[in-house]
């Protein structure tokens, strides 16, 4: 059984930073993708940043330059150091893991909120 756990949420004025961190645990192949999606009230999910397991990394455009992906393999874990927040980044934040359809495993979300 594989699990991922976020922590890093919260409310932050925008122009501000917020870390977030994503640990998996488990039965997990090495050869993988992690990444962050996000959704906010109203819209579909969509890809915010993945990095493989030889860091190769790929960014939404509208986070290009502002938000960074990170990974130390030896802990299973991800980080999203996010910069220069805008309240359009505002929405739930989740992790995922997957090395093959069907390996595709999801974290429980946590919330980011940017006031303007």
């Known amino acids: 059984q594989v699990q991922l756990v976020e922590s890093g949420g919260g409310l932050v004025q925008a122009g501000g930073s917020l870390r977030l961190s994503c640990a998996a645990s488990?039965?997990?192949?090495?050869?993988?993708?992690m990444g962050w999606y996000r959704q906010a009230p109203g819209k579909q999910r969509e890809l915010v940043a993945t990095i493989t397991s030889g860091r190769r990394t790929n960014y939404a455009d509208s986070v290009v330059g502002r938000f960074t992906i990170s990974r130390e393999n030896a802990k299973n874990t991800i980080y999203l150091q996010m910069n220069t927040l805008k309240p359009e980044d505002t929405a739930i934040y989740y992790c995922?893991?997957?090395?093959?359809?069907?390996?595709?495993?999801w974290g429980q979300g946590t919330q980011v909120t940017v006031s303007s």
């Open positions: 488990g039965n997990i192949f090495s050869f993988n993708v």
């Open positions: 995922n893991l997957k090395w093959g359809p069907r390996s595709d495993y």
